[in-house]
C-alpha cells in the first residue's frame, strides 16, 4: 500500500458549498464550526485563498493574532497568488507596530494587483495603506 497521502479532487460546486456555509457560520459568529469548514477548505484546495483569509479571519475575531498571522503567511507560501492575505497580513503587523514589514506586504499585493489586473484589490490596497 503506497503511504503517500493523496489530496482527493474537489469540483468547484463543492468548493462554493463549504465556502459558503463557512462564511454563513462565520457570519453568525459560530467560529469554532466555521474554522472546521475552513481548516477543510485548505486541506483539499490549499491553492484557494478564501480558506486561508477566512480561517486567518476566524482566529483574528477571536484575538489569535499570532496564528492568523501565520496561517495568512502559510497561504502565500502555498497559494499561487494570495493577495488578500498580504493585506490581511499588513494590517496585523501594522497593529504591532510593524510599519516596515507592513509596508512590505501591501506593497506585494499592489504587485500582484497589477499583475493580475484586479482593480478591486488595487483598491483594497489603496484602502489600507490609508488606514491608521
Known amino acids: 500500500m503506497n503511504a503517500t497521502m493523496v489530496r482527493p479532487t474537489v469540483s468547484a460546486n463543492a468548493l462554493e458549498g463549504l465556502y459558503a456555509t463557512g462564511h454563513w457560520l462565520y457570519s453568525q459568529n459560530r467560529l ?27 482566529h483574528e475575531a477571536q484575538e489569535q493574532h ?36 507592513a509596508q512590505d506586504a501591501l506593497d506585494e499585493a499592489a504587485r500582484l494587483a497589477e499583475e493580475l489586473r484586479d482593480g478591486e484589490l488595487a483598491i483594497l ?3 489600507e495603506r490609508v488606514r491608521t
Open 66 to 101: 499570532d496564528v492568523a498571522l501565520e496561517l495568512y503567511g502559510a497561504a502565500i507560501a502555498t497559494a499561487p497568488a494570495a493577495p488578500r492575505c498580504e493585506v490581511a497580513r499588513a494590517r496585523i503587523l501594522r497593529l504591532r507596530g510593524k510599519e516596515d514589514e
Open 125 to 127: 490596497v489603496a484602502a
Open 32 to 58: 469554532e464550526h466555521a474554522r472546521s469548514v475552513f481548516r477543510a477548505m485548505i486541506h483539499i484546495a490549499p491553492h484557494d485563498e478564501r480558506g486561508w483569509l477566512a480561517l486567518g479571519a476566524c
